[in-house]
């Protein structure tokens, strides 16, 4: 049983891996071949330039994902056949046990996996987005928002994680039930309490300044019945040029966002377009669908790892002779992502008619050619690709393809 798992095991990670890389090439391959000229639909909307600096930098992220991944699939193999993981249980379980020893497992993989990252975030950020024009942060900014989100990690992670460790161990063959409800109210929590005490360790939040914009977002949002708890600023352009909205918290707490470099490039009837799309999300019940959806996830999950837990050939077919509740976690959540990556275009798809359904949404309320100017805008001050390779946007696409879209929006207006 241990050497069957272990070649189902490296079948589904060489396969994952293969697959990744195929997928990122063929990207790269089609973006490059449709440079040379602006897609018909967009070609009085967005100059040639713009379209040959979109597929340049959409072929450098790609390239450094496919590089990104091959390192995280060899770094994987590392953790468990080539026994990173049992060297560190080996040297843990020499001086600490129980939750003391699952917090210093944890925490040192995470860790190992920050520092092996750490040179593909500084060359993401200060190669490919500096080279792009889009890299407003400076590496003080950049060493201080890894300095906060290590800290914050810490402070939040060690108590949850020892929580965790502790109902595995305390609740009987039923631990994955009380620690799916932990897990999920611990979600909703933080989903109230980000907006007022998390986001701003990061960022600035301004009220929206009163004027024609704010008048406009006000009426918006009485029309789509949505109550907010505030709308703000977000002093986005510290970090990048790229320009966003979203809405963000739960029940009572929620707070609309802008981002300054959003205000500074689209006109007030624009801002409002892109709002009614994300409010869209709200009231077609996205936000709601999703978070059931991960809970629904998770319990499936934490239930499976509860059949694994006491089976010695899962651990041993890993490359970790010891068992305990803190590696079956470990190995259980480093696996999983190579045997459910074949659900990506599930998840895609119906993150794009999420997308769909939001759009029409907005066109309802405002008006769709509104919505095109916003989109088109964003395309090209976000250099985003019009031309993806259509099995590649299948798999990692959240947004339909801007041809898709515009077209649809069009057909509405």
Sequence with gaps: MTSAFT???????????????????????????????????????????????AADYTVERSRASLLTTTVDTLLLLAFTLDGGIAWLDALWSTHVDGIPYGLAMIFSLMVISGIVDLPFALHRQFVIEARFGFNRMTLRLFVTDLAKQSLLGLAIGAPVIAAVLW???????????????????????????????????FNKFTPLADGEMKSRIESLLVRCGFRS???????????????????TGFGNNKRIVFFDTLLERLSAAEIEAVLAHELGHFRKKHIAQRIVFMFAGSLAFLWLLGQLIDSPWFYAGLGVPAQN??????LFFLVVP???????????????????????????????????RALVKLYED????????????????????????????????
Aim: charged share 15%.
């Design 325 to 330: 509740t803190t590696l079956a976690l470990i």
């Design 7 to 53: 070649l189902v095991f490296l079948a589904a990670v060489i396969l994952t891996l293969a697959t990744r890389l195929w997928l990122g090439l063929r990207h790269i391959r089609h973006v490059r071949a449709h440079r040379p000229a602006v897609p018909a639909d967009f070609a009085e909307r967005i100059p040639l330039a713009a379209h040959q600096k």
């Design 167 to 201: 109902l595995m161990g305390a609740m009987g063959d039923a631990w994955w039930f009380w620690v799916w409800l932990f897990w999920a109210t611990f979600n909703l929590l933080l989903l109230f309490v980000y907006p007022t005490w998390i986001a701003p360790l």
């Design 229 to 247: 708890s505030g709308l703000f600023v977000m002093d986005g352009s510290k970090r990048s040029s790229h320009g966003n909205a979203y809405f």
């Design 382 to 413: 976000n250099a985003a690709t019009l031309t993806p390779d259509p099995l590649y946007s299948a798999f990692y696409d959240s947004h339909p393809p801007a041809a898709q879209r515009i077209a649809r929006l069009q057909a509405l207006a």
């Design 338 to 372: 190579v045997f459910t990556f074949p659900l990506s275009p599930l998840l895609s798809q119906l993150s794009r008619r999420h997308e769909f359904e939001a759009d029409a949404y907005a066109a309802e309320h405002t008006a769709a050619t509104d919505l095109i």
